[in-house]
């Protein structure tokens, strides 16, 4: 049975600066992961996502990695403003499974 | 493009009745899956439907069924509400085949 674990749970930064958020998954059989934002009470918006076959993606100030050997994905956030603050969710794919496994999130704040 | 797009936003039941929620793809996809989100937690997969079937189920009793219509929009009922259904529920949609989820803004279930 896949688990996805995020650390940490909630994270605090001065505005300006760059962060990582940590996710691991138990099996290193997936298909891809994908990173979400969600804004308090409202749906995940789509981030990034990274094939099994790839090592990152970038998107804008966002930069997500894949170790799948390791079971290890970071998510990059460059020079973070208070905009950014939001919980972030990873969510692997396994193979053979159609759906998403989450991990419980990182609660971001960005102090302006 | 609309996106994905599900209704209502909000609904306040009583224990013990029953509620449909409902879910409408974004354009062009033609799989729609359905998570429950407790608060503080990571979203748990229900179901998936496609060509107006169920392909894979998660770790939810019958209580919870589901319907997909020819136009791929789909349904979520739940009967017997129990107090601990109280949630987020969120519908992702993708092309049958693709990768990427997206996700609706999700209704807030409260049951009373």
């Known amino acids: 049975k896949q688990e996805v674990t995020q650390i940490p749970a909630a994270l605090s930064v001065p505005e300006g600066e760059n962060l990582v958020l940590n996710c691991s998954f138990t099996d290193s059989a997936i298909y891809n992961l994908q990173w979400f934002r969600q804004d308090p009470g409202k749906g995940l918006t789509s981030l990034l996502l990274?094939?099994?076959?790839?090592r990152e993606q970038t998107s804008g100030r966002l930069n997500a990695s894949l170790d799948k050997s390791s079971g290890r994905s970071t998510l990059y956030i460059a020079a973070s403003q208070p905009g950014d603050s939001a919980t972030y969710l990873c969510?692997?794919?396994?193979?053979?499974?159609?759906?998403?496994?989450f991990g419980k999130g990182t609660k971001l704040s960005v102090i302006p | 493009d609309a996106g994905v797009t599900q209704s209502p936003t909000h609904l306040i039941k009583t224990r013990g009745q029953q509620v449909t929620l409902r879910c409408s793809p974004k354009s062009g996809h033609d799989t729609v899956s359905w998570y429950q989100q407790a608060l503080g937690q990571g979203p748990q997969f229900i179901f998936q439907y496609y060509e107006e079937e169920e392909r894979q189920r998660g770790n939810f009793p019958d209580r919870f069924s589901g319907h997909q219509f020819p136009n791929y929009s789909s349904e979520l009922n739940v009967n017997a509400l129990l107090l601990g259904d109280s949630a987020l529920y969120l519908c992702a949609s993708r092309p049958w085949g693709g990768t990427e989820a997206f996700f609706g803004q999700g209704t807030r279930l409260t049951v009373v």
């Open positions: 969510a692997v794919n396994s193979a053979g499974s159609y759906q998403l496994t």
């Open positions: 990274i094939q099994s076959s790839q």
